[in-house]
Structure formats: C-alpha cells, structure tokens
C-alpha cells in the first residue's frame, strides 16, 4: 500500500482536521509530519467540539493508529493539555498514539524567545501564535535541539539547562524580560507523561507498515501558502509544508506517496501578518468572517477573509503535485447573491497567474469572475446533485486548476460532505 498525503493548500485552517477525521477508517495509520501547537485541527465529535494542536485527527476512530513524526515539534505542557482532554473522553492515548523519538521538543524559554523576537519586528511581526515554534526550529537547524529520545537519558536536566542559559543569555540581548521559569515544573510533568507513551523509531515503524502493505494518510499542517521556502516570506512558519515535508517528517521515500489531497476553503483566510491579496477589508470581509465563524482555533484572533485566489492555489497544486481538490466550508457563502473568484492578477498593468517573488498586496490587483450565490440551506437534501450555482463554482475551479475535485464539505460535522 502507499502513503497518501493531505494538506491544506492556502494559509491554514482550510478544515483539515475535520477531513482527516472523515477519511481516518480508510487508513491503518495517520500520521503528523509537521508543525507543532501553532496547529488547531477542529473536529466535531457528536456535538463536541475538540481542537487538536500536535496529536494526529485519526484518534476518534478505533482502526488507525497515530503517529507524530519526526517532523514535529513537541511542547509537552500543551501536549498533556491536550491529552487530558482527549483522555477525559475515553481515548486511550498509550493505545493509540506513537511518538517518534526525533521530533524534537519545545522548552518554555523557546516561547519567550518567539515573543522577543516578535516585539523587536515591531510593525514587522509575522503575527506568530508564540508557541515556540520558529525558536525550536532554529534550535533543530542550529544542532542544539532537545529530542523525544533524549527524555530517556539521565543527562537530560543538564541538556535542558544548557539550552537554556544559551536562551537566557539571548533573551538579554533582546532585553526581554524572561518569565518562563513558571512553566518549568509543567514542562518536566509533560516530559513525566511524555515517557509514559509509546516512543518510537517513527522512520522503521512507518517504513514496516508499509512493507506489510498498510495505508498512512499523512495530515499537514498550516497551509502551503505559509511554508517556510514557497510561502510568503517572511510571512510564513518555520516548517516545509508542502507535501515533500511528508517525506523528511515521517522518513518514507517519495515513491511511497500515492494521492496528494489538497483542501481548500471555498473563499480565502488568513490569520496574521502578511501579503494576501484578495482580502475583503469591507462588509463583505465581516459578511464572511461572521458565517464562516473566521476566528482562530488556537489564538481565538479575528481571521482576515477574502474571495477565493486560484493563483495562489494553482501555485500550491504545482507545488504538492496534488491530485484531487477538497473544497471546505461551500456552506458559508450560502449567505451572498453573488460570489467571486480571482484567477488571475494584474500586476503593472500585466495580468499573470503566477505569485511574483514580492507578494506585496499593494502592487497586486485580482481580477474577478462572478458568480450567481446558491442561496440554500438544504446543500445535503439534493441527492449529490450540486445546485447549479455551485456547480458551476466547483467546475470553474476544476477547469482553471485541472483537479478534480472529489469532495465538497458543507457543514462542521464529520458527515456534511457531497462525494463527487
Ligand atoms: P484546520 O486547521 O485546517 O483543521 O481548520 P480549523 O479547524 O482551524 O478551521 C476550520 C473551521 O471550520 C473549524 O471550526 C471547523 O469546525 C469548521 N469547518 C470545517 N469544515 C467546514 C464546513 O464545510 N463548513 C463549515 N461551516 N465549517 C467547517
Ligand atoms: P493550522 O494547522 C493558520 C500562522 C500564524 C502566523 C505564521 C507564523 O491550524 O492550519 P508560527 O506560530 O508558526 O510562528 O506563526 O503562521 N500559522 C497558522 N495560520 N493555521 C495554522 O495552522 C497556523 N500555524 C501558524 O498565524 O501568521
Ligand atoms: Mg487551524
């Protein structure tokens, strides 16, 4: 069997979680490559909302197990917030959860060093969710990293010390003041509970499953659009993103990957600094903020929201090499007569479809094909057929992106979807 890869091809928060859940029986394994807490995948578990932050969205269903890869960053005081919450409702996380022993970990100090460092950029500030993220990463890079494994060795107080004094001594030069101490006993709790799991050599354990002819659905993270080299930089995260991440984050060959699914939301968001060019700064941004419940996961900040940019996702499904499209929340423009697409820009007078090195808003101005709204409510009581309205959206973007698109989610739950 093979790997098959889903991922979000905008800035995050296309429903990813809520279509890992959907597709997570089909699998023997799903598995986090990477990203860190900076994550929030919402699932709606009857009637109950849950936000998964680090722990794959296959842990609802009995057949696959989970994996975090080796990809991934690991906070352990969000990571036992979030086990305990899945605990109190009855998912036996030491059954159904492995960790790879090479992700690597987030310190408290890492958090006060995303704060530094966002506070020096001043208007600059990428809009980071200070989860430590872009620091532990540079710690990874930098060889001064703390791994899953190295909460089994007896040197590990040391290790954390030294990193950090090295955090501290940088944090002054920030002027920062540190007050992270307070987190420490938490850490060493998670660490506690951390050493209670399954840690695993992810790489032998996924490449076994797949010489045993098991499937693995690989759930990313943020959104294409947000990857540290192809993203809008310096507006991005401090991961690959792309579907080739899934490779270096689990230890699979490219030859393993069989579909590439991209989701994306049927408008656009985006949750921090940074370019985006159809962003709606008017009545119909708030229109599309309010129905679509645009707040963030994580951070509860208010989403940027805009009409749907194909450039950008033409740019994403040549990235990922994708190889069906998901299309998320169609519900949501139920409210408007009339919805739009950019397919292409004009830039200094030019129109293209590719995004320029600088991305800047300014200088970007979409065109738009409009649409006539659906205007109903009962999107899942036409028997799979698609109000034409929406029909000719869904074919519209299956004839710029040449995808298919295979599934259109109209509602939070994990039922409300049309196959196509
Ligand atoms: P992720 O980070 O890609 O998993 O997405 P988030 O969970 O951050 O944001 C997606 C939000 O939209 C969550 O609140 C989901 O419950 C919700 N959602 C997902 N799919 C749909 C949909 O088709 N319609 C509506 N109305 N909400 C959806
Ligand atoms: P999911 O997986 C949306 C954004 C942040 C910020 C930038 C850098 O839920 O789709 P970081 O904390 O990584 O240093 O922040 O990236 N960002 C996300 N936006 N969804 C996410 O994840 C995100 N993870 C990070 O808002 O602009
Ligand atoms: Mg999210």
New binding site residues.
């Given amino acids: 069997m093979a790997v098959d890869v889903l991922l ?1 091809l905008q ?4 429903g ?2 809520k279509i890992v859940d959907y597709l997570a029986p089909n699998y023997d394994v799903v598995a986090r490559f990477q ?1 860190g807490p ?4 919402t699932l709606n578990i009857q009637g109950k909302r849950v936000v998964l932050r680090t722990i794959p969205s296959g842990v609802f269903h009995d057949r696959p197990c989970n994996l975090i890869g080796n990809g991934v960053v690991i906070d352990p005081v969000e990571f036992m917030k979030e086990a305990n919450e899945l605990e109190s409702l009855g998912i036996d996380l030491k059954k159904k959860l492995k960790l790879s022993e090479k992700a690597h970990l987030i310190v408290p100090t890492h958090r006060s060093l ?1 704060a530094a460092s966002e506070a020096a950029k001043g208007e600059g500030k ?6 430590g ?2 620091p532990a990463y540079m710690d990874k890079t930098g060889r001064n990293g703390l791994r899953v494994g190295d909460l089994l060795s007896p040197d590990l107080k040391s290790t954390f010390e030294r990193l950090k004094k090295k955090h501290l001594e940088l944090l002054s030069l920030f002027n920062f003041q540190d007050n992270s101490a307070g987190l420490e006993e938490k850490w060493y709790e998670g660490v506690d509970y951390l050493r209670s799991l399954n840690i695993v050599a992810g790489e032998y354990y996924i490449n076994d499953q797949l010489s045993k002819g098991k499937s693995i659905l690989a759930e ?4 294409s659009m ?1 990857d540290i080299d192809f993203g809008t930089y310096p ?4 991961s690959n993103t792309i579907s080739a991440a899934a490779c270096t984050g689990l230890g699979i060959p490219p030859t393993a990957i069989r579909e590439v699914i991209g989701i994306i939301k049927a408008y656009c968001t ?5 370019p985006f060019p159809t962003e709606l700064i008017d009545d119909t941004g708030d229109q599309l903020r309010k129905a679509g419940h645009e707040f ?4 509860g ?1 208010p989403r940027r929201c805009g009409w749907l940019d194909l450039p950008a996702v033409n740019y994403t499904i040549m990235l990922n090499g994708v190889t069906q499209l998901i299309i998320t929340k169609a519900d949501v423009l139920n409210v408007f007569d009339e919805v739009k697409i950019s397919a292409s820009y004009t830039i200094a007078e030019n129109k293209v479809k590719t995004i320029p090195f600088n991305m800047n808003t300014s200088d970007i101005t979409p065109a738009y094909d409009t649409f006539p709204g659906w205007n109903t409510n009962n999107l899942m009581q036409t028997g799979g057929n698609l109000p034409s309205a929406l029909e000719k959206f869904v074919k519209f973007i299956e004839n710029e992106t040449k995808v298919q698109v295979s599934l259109i989610s109209i509602g939070p739950d994990r039922d409300q979807l049309i196959q196509l």
Wanted: hydrophobic share 30%.
């Fill in positions: 979000g800035w995050g928060d296309e990813k979680g990203g900076n994550a929030g995948h995303d990428i809009g980071s969710t200070l989860k993220i872009g990313g993270a943020q959104g947000l507006f991005v995260t401090s985006r949750v921090g600094s940074g963030g996961a994580v951070t900040r």
